[in-house]
């Protein structure tokens, strides 16, 4: 039998547990039911869901993340590819919904190296955590939308300004793969200029690199094998960057030439997203006699 929790309303410790958290529940409440929207729309009406994404992306990129990254001092995470391929899928949306070449870019980039980030940086579904769904949302949302184009442009186009192209070819490896590849490495290479070698944060400063280094794990005794200097193991991280990155966009390729296989890697990236996120409840709930200050 499990053990009672006590949570005697005379305690000034679990008043002031509950009293902080109580943002917390709020929040879970917000997220979950704009993510049940959201799932909704892009099911069952898509020309709602592209103006979920639209306004979704200014609040959440623009209007939240940014602030919020400047005040925890993580500024140096805001100038990753995964914000900058977002902004590009949503300005191909806004401002050339009738071009084959942007929306072909924007597929390449949404099922390449966003969905492909969700693997290593684990991104997680945590309905209380907004920076986690914040995550979720941002390497998620634009390969959803960029399925929609690709296959229920007619849906999508009901009630946007124009009408959305409508492709019937197979894939253009110049603006699929070629293309997104290179404002990858165009991107990757400024990055590095300008963080690393003109900024050069301290250790303890957050970027991509140290948030898959640290703490140390599979990714950092591969890059060490050479060395622990910091050029020898970046510059190992780099080339293994480049080639997963690689590797996605000829998958993205692929996942545009059937609805059948798109649909596949889109479940796919939901289900995991899921299960990383499993460990905040699942995990959790099934520990017998878990106090609640415990187990937040």
Request: glycine fraction near 6%.
């Amino acid at each position: 039998m499990a053990k009672s929790v006590n949570t005697d309303t005379g305690n000034s410790k679990w008043d002031d547990f509950r009293n902080k958290f109580s943002a917390v529940k709020l929040r879970f409440i917000f997220i979950t039911i704009n993510f049940i929207f959201a799932v909704a729309s892009f099911s069952a009406l898509p020309s709602v869901f592209i103006y979920w994404f639209t306004l979704s992306t200014v609040l959440i990129v623009l209007f939240i993340r940014i602030p919020y990254y400047i005040y925890r001092g993580w500024g140096f995470v805001l100038f990753d590819f995964d914000h900058l391929a977002c902004l590009i899928v949503t300005a191909a949306v806004l401002g050339a919904p009738a071009g084959k070449d942007f929306l072909q870019i924007s597929f390449g980039l949404s099922h390449g190296p966003l969905l492909g980030a969700i693997i290593f940086f684990k991104h997680s579904l945590v309905f209380h955590h907004g920076n986690r769904m914040m995550g979720v949302f941002v390497h998620l949302a634009p390969a959803m939308l960029t399925f929609l184009v690709r296959w229920r442009s007619t849906e999508l186009s009901l009630n946007w300004y124009t009408t959305f192209y409508q492709e019937t070819t197979s894939a253009d490896f110049v603006y699929t793969l070629v293309i997104p590849f290179g404002i990858y490495i165009a991107h990757y290479i400024l990055y590095t200029f300008f963080v690393y070698v003109l900024i050069k944060p301290d250790l303890d400063q957050l970027t991509s690199f140290r948030l898959l280094t640290d703490p140390p794990g599979l990714i950092t005794k591969a890059i060490s094998i050479c060395s622990d200097r910091f050029w020898v193991m970046y510059s190992l991280y780099t080339v293994g960057n480049w080639l997963l990155v690689a590797m996605s966009l000829v998958l993205a390729v692929l996942w545009y030439e059937t609805i059948y296989a798109n649909s596949a890697v889109l479940a796919a990236a939901a289900i995991l997203v899921i299960f990383n996120g499993a460990q905040f409840y699942v995990d959790i709930f099934a520990l017998d006699g878990l106090s609640y200050t415990e187990y937040m």
